[in-house]
């Protein structure tokens, strides 16, 4: 079966958006949201052009010649992927008692992908920036900045702009060169019962 590949540039991207949830937030300060079932969605554009919608033509192409077993997985590895543009997870009541420390986060994004250095530049109950400078073995380079803002108990929001050098084959589509990428996300509290949503690591 045929996959849809992201270069490591462009999923430290996309962990970007999908890392901020709850549990990302707090500098051992507990931030105000309320426990229960949470739904994000976020545009991704790199040179003004739509990521989940250029990623959804390929699939439609490819898919077309698979039988509906090969399409059904398809579909699946996009949405682990981080690709669809929304997602949903659950926070738990002692998740929003524990917040989480800044150093937990660092390491968090470090980890996953090994050639970015993440600096924390502040860190509260009401929001955050942060920067972050990458330099992938493909020879992709960003340096990005992201901010989220707490609006309420239940919403908040998060942006990121980073600029630098995309490789061939970053982005399906779209040629090497210089890249600026943007991220808007917007996540809601949707209810208490989480269903069988797992909460966030």
């Known amino acids: 079966m045929k996959k849809i590949s992201t270069s490591a540039g462009l ?17 051992n300060v507990s931030v105000k949201i309320t426990p229960g079932l949470w739904e994000s969605d976020h545009v991704m554009l790199v040179n003004g052009q739509n990521i989940v919608e250029m990623m959804r033509k390929q699939m439609e192409k490819s898919m077309a010649s698979m039988t509906a077993e090969q399409r059904a997985g398809m579909e699946k590895s996009l949405a682990n992927s981080g690709m669809s543009g929304k997602s949903q997870y659950c926070v738990t009541p002692e998740q929003v008692a524990k917040g989480m420390d800044v150093e937990s ?8 992908q090994k050639n970015c250095k993440v600096n924390v530049i502040s860190a509260s109950e009401k929001g955050g920036k942060f920067n972050a400078v990458c330099n992938m073995q493909n020879g992709s380079t960003s340096n990005a900045t992201g ?8 919403e908040w929001t998060y942006n990121m702009v980073s600029d630098g050098v ?17 991220i808007d996300a917007h996540a809601r509290w949707k209810g208490s019962d989480c269903g069988s949503i797992k909460s966030v690591e």
């Open 105 to 112: 986060f660092k390491k968090k994004m470090e980890s996953s």
């Open 147 to 154: 901010e989220y803002i707490v609006k309420s108990d239940k």
């Open 166 to 182: 995309m490789a061939a084959g970053t982005v399906p589509g779209a040629p090497a060169g210089k890249m600026h990428a943007t």
């Open 11 to 27: 999923r430290f991207l996309l962990c970007t958006a999908s890392a901020l949830t709850f549990n990302a937030y707090a500098e």
